[in-house]
């Protein structure tokens, strides 16, 4: 059974950085991706960013792309995002989440099981 833990929100400044954490637990580091997604307050829940294990490269949004970056540590068991340059926009709760289809870096939701319970990120102006 897979387990997914997020920890390391928090409120900050915008322009400051922050380092979201996911501890995996239960399921092998193979082909299937690893995401983090955001829902920010009143909107649905929109994707951030994926990888595979395998090295198959990643999957960044447009919105976050060149400020955010996905990464892992089997060693750890632990895929992070590196948050920089943050806005007032990028507050939203965020969560791991994990793929359920092989080499594909899926940007919707419904192709993700499991989910972590979420941490919340806060950047003030």
């Known amino acids: 059974q897979v387990q997914l833990e997020e920890s390391g929100g928090g409120l900050v400044q915008a322009g400051d950085s922050l380092r979201l954490s996911c501890a995996v637990s239960g399921r092998t580091f193979d082909n299937y991706a690893m995401a983090w997604f955001r829902q920010p307050p009143g909107k649905g829940r929109e994707f951030v960013a994926a990888?595979?294990?395998?090295?198959?490269?990643?999957n960044v949004s447009d919105s976050v792309k060149g400020r955010f970056t996905i990464s892992g540590d089997n060693s750890k068991n632990t895929v992070y995002l590196q948050m920089n340059s943050l806005k007032p926009d990028d507050t939203a709760v965020y969560y791991c989440?994990?793929?359920?289809?092989?080499?594909?870096?899926?940007?919707?939701?419904?192709?993700?099981?499991?989910w972590g319970q979420g941490t919340q990120v806060t950047v003030s102006s």
């Open positions: 989440a994990s793929g359920s289809r092989p080499w594909v870096l899926d940007t919707a939701p419904r192709y993700y099981y499991p």
């Open positions: 990888m595979n294990w395998s090295g198959a490269g990643t």
